[in-house]
């Protein structure tokens, strides 16, 4: 299959899955002109466009689709890896998608593997926390007060329910704060895509609390309002995971407490 034609999966998948919500959230006034438009731009057959969205249309509910007949194992392994991301998500990346300056070559040449017939099957597996992030986050929990002058309030544990963050500082406001670790002085540090959409949303009451030189001496950088400070670099991975890489150099010329 062609480039285009995978990367319009992708597209019709988000129009399947949020039918009218999806129209409008990318500008369309109807179904008409958004398949003419997505033709357009992605050099794929007006009808095909329609068609695709309908194979996918019998697990969203919206349209009967092509119940008739199984689902080929392209759609398949794109369902599976989208099927755990939020519409903003999705939205963003087909509007990256939409417009071919804002991706990246290697970050279509990733869209097009997952998609892939030769891609073997693999179970999702949930990937457990680092050693380093487990003793910065332990570091944290214990000396949390020593940074009272710049985050106050009652320390509530939120790491098991998935929400961006690993803590929150309830005071005057509510603070949310993610620890990241580093066992030396220098490195670059992964932000999972729930991770940023927390920065984004929380702007100044979002924190990062970076612990390095975790095995000896360690050093504390807090970032408040990391998404005003730090421009990561989106990269993309199977199932789909989104993360953004904060680089070392960013980390290093950031000023300690």
């Not at 050099?43 to 349209?63: A, K, M």
């Not at 071919?100 to 099957?121: A, G, H, V, Y």
């Not at 487990?134 to 929400?163: M, P, V, W």
């Not at 309830?170 to 729930?194: H, P």
């Amino acid at each position: 299959m062609e480039a285009n034609h995978i990367l319009t999966l992708y597209v019709t998948y988000y129009l399947s899955r949020y039918d009218k919500l999806g129209l409008k959230k990318l500008g369309y006034k109807n179904w008409t002109v958004a398949f003419k438009d997505i033709a357009n731009r992605l050099d794929v057959n007006e009808h095909s466009v329609q068609n695709w969205r309908d194979e996918f249309d019998p697990i969203h509910g919206f349209r009967k689709g092509w119940h008739q007949r199984n689902m080929s194992p392209s759609r398949i392994r794109i369902v599976k890896a989208l099927e755990n991301l939020e519409e903003e998500t999705i939205r963003n990346l087909v509007l990256e998608i939409l417009s071919s300056k804002n991706i990246s070559n290697q970050n279509i040449e990733e869209l097009i593997r997952i998609s892939s017939e030769n891609e073997i099957e693999t179970e999702f597996e949930f990937i457990p926390r680092g050693i380093t992030g487990n003793n910065a986050e332990q570091y944290f929990i214990k000396h949390h007060t020593e940074f009272k002058e710049l985050i106050s309030g009652k320390l509530i544990d939120t790491r098991s329910l998935g929400t961006g963050y690993d803590f929150m500082i309830e005071g005057k406001t509510t603070n949310y704060i993610e620890v990241k670790g580093l066992s030396s002085f220098k490195g670059g540090i992964l932000l999972t895509d729930k991770e940023w959409s927390m920065a984004n949303k929380y702007k100044t009451k979002y924190f990062i609390i970076l612990i390095s030189n975790l095995d000896e001496n360690p050093n504390v950088k807090i970032i408040q309002n990391p998404s005003k400070i730090l421009t990561p670099k989106k990269s993309i991975s199977t199932s789909i995971v989104i993360n953004w890489n904060v680089s070392s150099t960013q980390i290093h010329h950031l000023k300690n407490i």
